[in-house]
Nanobody, 129 residues
Framework: QVQLVESGGGLVQAGGSLRLSCAAS????????MGWFRQAPGKEREFVAA????????YYADSVKGRFTISRDNAKNTVYLQMNTLKPEDTALYYC??????????????????????WGQGTQVTVSS
């Protein structure tokens, strides 16, 4: 059974930084693309970033490009999201997710929720102004 457990969320002032982690188990982590999504209150869930199974390819939503960095440590079965220069509009519940297909990455598809078949429970990020 696949499990994804996020951690690292919290309350931070605007301009601050946080690093989210997502620990995976139950699947050969190093062979799967991983994604981060977020959902703010009253809004639909949206794509944040994705990273291919090898870590070679990354893709970001325009709203976070240049501020957030996705990375992974396949030896630790963990994917990270480093978030810098946080803004109040970054406030949301952040989820990690794992792609449903072994060794598949497509930039055109990485932001599509339907690519991902398992999701974590989410970690809350709140940015105060």
């Amino acid at each position: 059974q696949v499990q994804l457990v996020e951690s690292g969320g919290g309350l931070v002032q605007a301009g601050g930084s946080l690093r989210l982690s997502c620990a995976a188990s139950g699947r050969t982590f190093s062979r799967y693309t991983m994604g981060w999504f977020r959902q703010a209150p009253g809004k639909e869930r949206e794509f944040v970033a994705a990273i291919s199974w090898s870590g070679t390819n990354t893709y970001y939503a325009d709203s976070v490009k240049g501020r957030f960095t996705i990375s992974r440590d396949n030896a630790k079965n963990t994917v990270y999201l480093q978030m810098n220069t946080l803004k109040p509009e970054d406030t949301a519940l952040y989820y990690c997710a794992i792609d449903r297909v072994l060794m598949y990455y497509s930039r055109a598809a990485a932001d599509n929720e339907r690519r991902y078949d398992y999701w974590g429970q989410g970690t809350q990020v709140t940015v105060s102004s």
